[in-house]
């Protein structure tokens, strides 16, 4: 064997196994080879129990390197298996079928005596295999691991194209013993692509056509349809594992084109009590591309596996059951106030005074949409029916892809009504954002507008399909649509019973302007914690009017008991609200109250001489005006205040993960700026976003000189840290993200945020930044918000960056402006504008390294206004190394 990169020359082991295979004749003995770190053996330490690593096809025991070696650090001994037939095991020249590498798996774990807590973990068809010796060796399994596998292929739905042509006539064996073809394939998987040395690695035990013959005939054993000889064993362990209790750890990679997000949903559904974790940027070979070792570490310590007491129990049919299996740490915050759900207020109002005044309100190019509290209870109740119907029930999720408005409102609440979960991601993510989300969530129905319901198709998102208008009997069929939303409202009204408060009831998705969207789950409980802190809050309740520019506001409002009204714009792009839709929209329901975005609020200041004398005149009625989302500059407050003259402005703080966590008016903005003039304690360097609402409580974790947030939570002044949350309306978890949850709850009560901030000697809070944006240079941790602020009062400066370029601890400060004199190339700033910029930051304390000027900085959609300061530090770093020609 050839030295291996990442392996330990010493894990390297072979051992004869007797064979008990009914493809083997009696006595007959096979030569194995595996990696094994050892841990436990002789002198070496003791371990916590042992990971049995089982590899697919075309791989073999390498794949696990980073386990082994992960192994010796958390504890455990790590034995990674080479398949008979592959990798440096024994050719041994007979076709081995599911059922026989079970039963060889067995006969290896009896030969090296493995005892105690065993932890099978799997790839590919390794998955299988690990999985049917799981099935039938209980007494010592401790937990399941898995990576990209299957366990049931749909006799109605075709196995992976990859797959199928693999099986073909005259391409099977050329593909996959003759030629390396099938191997190459595989390996090209990897993202990024493999290092040489470890793509060598791979390949060095398959040299040979003779050697390759595994390869063809693990290829040959894919259970195809249920004629097919190993069909039967992979159904006997598909149905077995339902019943297995112990911990199980799904890892997956989306962009695979074999194990794709089917497999791991019926995976899920058939151990409901497995963790997930989505790497949503890996692919097949999901150890090569993301951090599968060490998650699977963590994973294991936080589940207590292999500890003396496991937190497992022997049921009287002797299954074991783990308690508490997906059980967060318990809040702080009380969470046992009276619960109302969410939609409670709709019949409320609509059987009472209030029942023929409108509740919701939708402006359209084809004019205004109004329901009643009373008609829009009705409307609910139908379409609840209706799904009921159709198969919607507790627990469905439903992907809504439709604009907010009358029939949004409608589905949301119907659904809620039934206990389906409610999935909402916004199109603002473009297509292929768009797209993960969906997938991601594997929703059981798709109910979306045309054009959702054309990306629906085009890009295979699961569900059954649901339009929102009618649709020809044609399109039905193209998009594969099931039913119309009047038609739902056809098959007669519901009343059920409602769902239970802490079941699932919802998966928003984040804006995804720090990295993939990141579905996060409220549950009924807290949704309806999420409405309270609103009403308490801010006063919004039965008998306010609210113009909801801001999407979360129109799932919240019929909540309130406020009436409601969508203006006419697109809420994907938020700069598309202009002042006469807003004054539209205001003057429709007489509106109290506005919540609209940044982005809106400027282009609705742009488009503000246009407005009428009676827009001009609805908007003087608004009391309340609210602007989130992103930092709201003072000037534009002033300039708002002007066209809505009667209006106290507030601009809250919070997140998908929370809704509200802080809020501040227009004249406590101001009181702030004085405190920090008048150099009060911890004020100034940041955005003022005010004190903790009523029910949450916020923390900081003070930031190391490598920019971590590694300090216990502190609320005293002055000190900058990761900011932390805790409320009854804070997020449950992310969707099949363990890991992320697991990083985000590691400071029980707490949820850590990933924005940084301090407090000041009043209370506020004051959020610097996002700590991956932290720039740790020589001199000290720099957060970049205030130094950014102070850039942006320069004349000719739109928008400022600034990023740390190179090693952490040692990283140039570098300012990236959005300048006039820019010009239409990136370029080093002008002498004048690079001046100015020093001094501004030398004021603070801060020495630039460097200043440059770009004609437009990258800012997300849906804001247009948080920018994306990893990707400006990438930029400016291969720019000042020379490569002028990379685009920003």
């Not at 409610?422 to 054009?451: H, N, T, Y």
């Not at 020093?838 to 000027?853: E, I, M, N, S």
């Amino acid at each position: 064997m050839v030295a291996l990169p990442g392996v330990d020359p010493s894990w390297s082991t072979y051992i004869d196994v007797p064979s008990s295979s009914a493809a083997d004749a009696p006595g007959t003995s096979h030569r194995w080879h595996y990696l094994d770190n050892g841990l436990g053996q002789d002198d070496t330490g003791s371990a916590r129990g042992t990971l049995l690593c089982v590899h697919g096809n075309p791989t073999w025991s390498y794949l696990w390197r980073t386990y082994l070696a992960a192994g010796l650090e958390a504890g455990w001994r790590v034995i990674a298996v080479d398949q008979l037939d592959m990798g440096y095991s024994e050719r041994t020249g007979v076709f081995r079928r599911l059922e026989h590498r079970i039963t060889d798996l067995e006969d290896f774990v009896a030969a090296v005596g493995l005892s105690g807590p065993v932890v099978t973990v799997g790839h590919d068809w390794g998955g299988v295999i690990s999985l049917g010796y799981a099935n039938r060796n209980r007494d010592d399994l401790a937990a399941v691991i898995l990576t990209n596998t299957a366990i049931h292929q749909d006799p109605d739905r075709p196995i992976p194209a990859p797959l199928r042509l693999a099986l073909a006539p005259g391409v099977h064996g050329l593909g996959t013993r003759t030629s390396t073809a099938f191997l190459d394939v595989t390996l090209s998987l990897a993202r990024p692509a493999l290092d040489r040395a470890v793509r060598r690695a791979f390949r060095d035990p398959y040299r040979t056509p003779a050697a390759r013959q595994g390869i063809a005939n693990f290829v040959s054993d894919i259970p195809a349809d249920p004629s097919h000889p190993s069909y039967g064993a992979l159904t006997t362990t598909a149905e077995g594992i339902r019943s297995l209790g112990v911990p199980v750890l799904l890892m997956w990679g989306p962009h695979d084109p074999i194990f794709s997000d089917p497999y791991l949903e019926d995976l899920a559904r058939r151990m409901p009590h497995a963790d997930i974790h989505r790497f949503e940027r890996a692919g097949h070979l999901v150890q090569e591309d993301a951090p599968t070792a060490s998650t699977a570490m963590e994973w294991l310590g936080n589940r207590s596996v292999g500890e003396s007491r496991s937190g497992t129990e022997r049921d009287d049919a002797g299954l074991d059951i783990q308690q508490d299996l997906q059980q967060d740490p318990p809040r702080s915050v009380q969470q046992d106030t009276a619960y109302l759900p969410l939609g409670a207020r709709i019949p409320e109002l609509a059987a009472g005074p209030a029942g023929t005044t409108t509740a919701v309100a939708e402006l359209t190019a084809a004019g205004t949409r109004t329901l009643s509290w009373r008609e829009l209870d009705d409307d609910i109740r139908a379409v609840a029916g209706g799904l009921t119907a159709l198969g919607f029930g507790a627990g469905s999720r439903v992907s809504l892809l439709v604009p907010p408005g009358v029939d949004l409102t409608v589905l949301i609440y119907a659904c809620l009504r039934i206990g389906a979960v409610i999935v909402v991601a916004d199109a603002g993510l473009g297509a292929r954002g768009l797209s993960r989300a969906v997938k991601g969530s594997a929703p059981d129905f798709v109910i979306g507008i045309e054009r959702a319901l054309l990306a629906a198709r085009a890009f295979g998102w699961p569900g059954r399909r649901i339009s929102v208008a009618p649709l020809s009997p044609v399109r039905r069929a193209a998009l594969r649509v099931e039913a119309s939303l009047n038609d739902l409202r056809a098959a007669g009204p519901a009343d059920p019973a409602g769902a239970a408060p802490d079941a699932d009831a919802a998966i928003l998705f984040t804006s995804g302007s720090t990295g993939p969207a990141k579905g996060v789950v409220y549950t009924h409980r807290q949704l309806s914690a999420m409405r309270d802190a609103v009403e308490t809050t801010l006063g919004l309740g039965p008998g306010a009017a609210l113009v909801a520019g801001f999407a979360p506001f129109a799932l919240l409002g019929p909540a309130l008991g406020a009436t409601s009204v969508t203006p006419y714009m697109d809420v994907t792009t938020p700069g598309t609200l202009t002042a006469q839709a807003l004054a539209d929209a205001a003057a429709a329901v007489d509106a109290t109250v506005v919540f609209a975005s940044p982005a809106a609020l400027r282009n609705v200041l742009t488009t503000s001489a246009d407005v009428t004398g009676l827009g001009r005149a609805a908007l003087g009625r608004i009391s309340l005006l609210l602007s989130a989302g992103a930092p709201v500059p003072v000037p534009l407050l002033d300039a708002v205040q002007d066209l809505v003259p009667s209006a106290v402005l507030h601009t809250p703080y919070g997140m998908t993960e929370s809704l509200l966590v802080a809020d501040i008016d227009l004249a406590g903005i101001r009181t702030a700026a004085a405190a920090a003039a008048a150099g009060l304690e911890g004020a100034g360097n940041g955005v003022c976003v005010g004190r903790p609402v009523s029910g949450a409580r916020a923390a900081v974790s003070p930031l190391d000189g490598t920019g971590a947030a590694a300090g216990e939570p502190t609320t005293a002044p002055g000190v900058t840290g990761e900011i932390l949350v805790d409320a009854p309306h804070v997020k449950d978890r992310y969707f099949r993200l363990w890991r992320t949850q697991q990083e985000s709850s590691r400071t029980p009560p707490w949820h850590r945020t990933g924005d940084v901030g301090h407090f000041d000697a009043e209370g506020r809070l004051w959020v610097e930044g996002r700590l991956g944006h932290v720039v740790t240079a020589a001199g000290g941790v720099l957060t970049p918000v205030g130094l950014e602020q102070a850039l942006e009062e320069l004349d000719g400066v739109h928008l400022a960056a600034v990023v740390g370029v190179g090693p952490v601890g040692t990283q140039a400060v570098v300012a990236v402006l959005q300048a006039e004199t820019a010009g239409r190339h990136p370029r080093l700033a002008d002498p004048r504008l690079a001046a100015a910029a020093r001094a501004a930051a030398r004021d603070l304390g801060v020495d630039l390294a460097a200043v440059l000027a770009v004609p437009a900085l990258p800012v997300d959609i849906r804001h247009n206004a948080k920018i994306d300061r990893t990707r400006v530090a990438a930029w400016s770093g291969r720019f000042l190394s020379g490569d002028r020609a990379g685009s920003l």
